[in-house]
């Protein structure tokens, strides 16, 4: 049975319900980790969790040490990662609380580092990337929404932004032009650093908040913590039920 590791985004620190039996250092070749691989049981199966921002959340999303998190994981024995990204709603499908499960992702993000494949090479590495999330992991996940009942989105376009602000109605409505559903700061380079370590990647995302220019006011940080505590508690039943039915 695989060893699935949750990576844990913007109100999801904690991982309720893992009964903890270790945990795996924070150093690394790249690096310290966001913070400590909480290993532990959920259901009987083996489970990995990092809270990606740390904990306590104290890290921006273009400051995560993307590639020390990656490589941690893997190093633990970790098999396939399911990550919990909060992100906004551009597309009107995308409303405030929905989930969504993404097939398909744009990256906007600069200056991060984004690959395994740079230094001390014996040979240049193309990874393919044509599909960036696992479709058999994105699957699982789809077929669990499904059967505890959660509205939620099969498909979108994930449009990686850099941060920590939040964007323009400009570059929402470019966003959208470029065919891109939901928003986030974190979904680049995570994704393609697990394709680099051959770990399956899916994404469960949380929509927050509409994005920039798709609501009727301003976005506020107190309007996105109310429905981040009630989602991620969604999103905890989600990942309980996942383990348990794997």
């Not at 990874?127 to 505890?148: C, K, M, N, S, W």
């Not at 429905?227 to 905890?236: D, I, N, T």
Request: net charge negative; glycine share 12%.
């Amino acid at each position: 049975m695989n060893a699935l590791a949750i990576i844990g985004g913007s109100g999801l620190t904690r991982l309720a319900g893992l009964k903890q039996t270790g945990e795996a250092s924070s150093d690394t070749p790249y690096g310290p980790t966001s913070a400590p691989i909480i290993k532990g049981l959920m259901a009987g199966r083996e489970v990995f969790f990092m809270a990606r921002h740390g904990d306590p959340h104290r890290i921006p999303p273009h400051r995560v040490n993307y590639r020390a998190n990656l490589w941690a994981l893997k190093q633990a024995g970790a098999d396939e990662i399911l990550a919990v990204n909060a992100v906004g709603g551009i597309h009107p499908a995308m409303g405030v609380g929905h989930f969504c499960v993404p097939h398909q992702l744009i990256d906007y993000t600069w200056g991060r580092h984004s690959t395994f494949f740079e230094e001390d090479l014996d040979a240049v590495t193309h990874i393919d990337f044509t599909h960036p999330y696992d479709e058999g992991l994105r699957q699982r996940l789809i077929g669990v929404l499904a059967r505890v009942g959660v509205a939620h989105s099969a498909y979108g376009v994930y449009a990686a932004t850099q941060g920590p602000r939040l964007e323009t109605a400009a570059e929402i409505s470019l966003l959208e032009r470029d065919g891109c559903d939901i928003v986030g700061m974190t979904g680049m380079p995570e994704a393609a650093l697990a394709r680099e370590l051959e770990l399956p990647y899916a994404s469960l995302s949380l929509v927050v908040n509409p994005a920039a220019g798709k609501g009727s006011g301003v976005i506020t940080m107190a309007d996105i913590e109310k429905v981040m505590e009630s989602g991620m508690e969604q999103a905890r039943m989600i990942i309980n039920a996942m383990v348990a039915g794997a």
